[in-house]
């Protein structure tokens, strides 16, 4: 059973930082593209940070977050620093068996429970 479970979520006052972790299970994800997504209550779903041959980044968190990978542990890892309350959301690790890196959460076919970020002003 292929598993995705986030962790390092929490409460943060602006400015400050968090380490978001997740954790793969089931399966070997080296070759899948590992992405992060994020979701505000009554917005859509939306993309944060990829890694796979190359790294990817949304432009509202370029310069201040981090996506990086260890293979041999199958965790994936998100650096947020300078964060701002508008960053606020439940943010879900997702993996796709794709050689490109799919931007929409329609591409990935696992999920992470999300793990909620709230950062305060």
Same mark, same amino acid.
């Given at each position: &059973? !292929?598993?995705?479970?986030?962790? /390092?979520? /929490?409460?943060?006052? +602006?400015?400050?930082?968090?380490?978001?972790?997740? +954790?793969?299970?089931?399966?070997? $994800?080296? %070759?899948?593209? *590992?992405?992060? $997504?994020?979701?505000?209550?009554?917005?859509?779903?939306? $993309? !944060?940070?990829?890694?796979?041959? %190359?790294?990817?980044? +949304?432009?509202?968190?370029?310069?201040? $977050?981090?996506? %990086?990978?260890?293979?041999?542990?199958?965790?994936?890892?998100? &650096? *947020?620093?300078?964060?701002?309350?508008?960053?606020?959301? !439940?943010?879900?690790? +997702?993996?796709?068996?794709?050689?490109? !890196?799919?931007?929409?959460?329609?591409?990935?076919?696992?999920?992470?429970?999300?793990? &909620?970020?709230?950062?305060?002003?």
């Amino acid at each position: &059973q !292929v598993q995705l479970v986030e962790s /390092g979520g /929490g409460l943060v006052q +602006a400015g400050g930082s968090l380490r978001l972790s997740c +954790a793969a299970s089931g399966r070997t $994800f080296s %070759s899948y593209a *590992m992405s992060w $997504f994020r979701q505000a209550p009554g917005k859509e779903r939306e $993309f !944060v940070a990829s890694i796979s041959r %190359s790294i990817y980044y +949304a432009d509202f968190v370029k310069g201040r $977050f981090t996506i %990086s990978r260890i293979h041999a542990k199958n965790t994936v890892f998100l &650096q *947020m620093n300078n964060l701002r309350p508008e960053d606020t959301a !439940v943010y879900y690790c +997702a993996g796709a068996d794709s050689s490109t !890196v799919p931007t929409s959460p329609s591409g990935y076919a696992y999920w992470g429970q999300g793990t &909620q970020v709230t950062v305060s002003s």
